[in-house]
């Protein structure tokens, strides 16, 4: 199976993190709210992530919520020394299952030990502020909730900070008051919006994370990528994924899945190259 780290490394702050990570946001039930319907098959899953060579997980005690934590807590603690979990906070559940902003001192507080206690460490690797001013970036200053997170590092609980469904000019907002490790935004073949703000990271050494709908890589649906994917022999998926690896080496990819087959699928877009012709078409997407 193809390793991780065929897609090349980047690094979080102190951290050199292989480019293929996993994103666990799928573990959790459907709409990612309740337990999931296989504990034994998502705890498989982070196993075989890791056993891979995956070293870098993206969750959030959001998801569940808390389910999702204490599955990677039960599935792989003692956590490998390599291993970078990034989390986030800025939003809670409803009862039923809604995103809610939750940015006050006191939520992001709560929300940062609440992913303590359930990932059963003593400090976060990377905590990404989630912007929930809307559901897609808006403008709104994050000086009162970044501030927060900026006091919880000092106080030892979190190594690095990171910025999520942000702006550019909440971008550098943030990196005024703080370092900024890496950006969680949406970003795919066919909404490059943050196009300008991938190039600006890149040259500043900042990881950008992108993520799709549900945190997932569903294939878009496009005649040119699944011609392309025929082409190549891979799935449209994988093509979408190789697009994004070469698009900039500072993007660090968490494709999400509940499966150990659709894992190594995603894995093996790792080692997929994209010809000159390739590339131009899905730049048509």
Known sequence: MTSPANAGTFTIGDRT??????????????????PPKDRDAAIAVLREAVASG????????????HITNKIIREA????????VIATKVGARRGPEGSWEPAMSTEDITSSVHDNLRNLGVDALDVVNLRAMFAATPAEGSIEAPLSTLVKLRGEGKIRHIGLSNVTSKQVEEGRAMTEIVCVQNFYNLARRDDDALIDTLAAAGIAFVP???????????????????????ATPMQVAVAWLLRRSPNILLIPGTSSVKHLRENL???????????????EQV
Do not use: C, W
């Open 76 to 83: 792989l603690h003692p956590y490998p020394k390599d291993l």
């Open 268 to 282: 093996a877009a790792g080692a997929i190259e994209l010809t000159d012709d390739a590339v131009k078409a899905l």
């Open 211 to 233: 993520f799709f709908p549900l945190g997932g890589f569903s294939p878009l649906q496009s005649t040119s990528l699944s011609a392309v994917a025929k082409t190549l022999g």
């Open 17 to 34: 993190v292989n480019r293929l990570g996993y994103g666990a946001m799928q573990l959790a039930g459907p709409n990612v709210f309740g």
């Open 54 to 65: 995956i070293n870098h997980i993206d969750t959030s005690d959001i998801y569940g919520p």
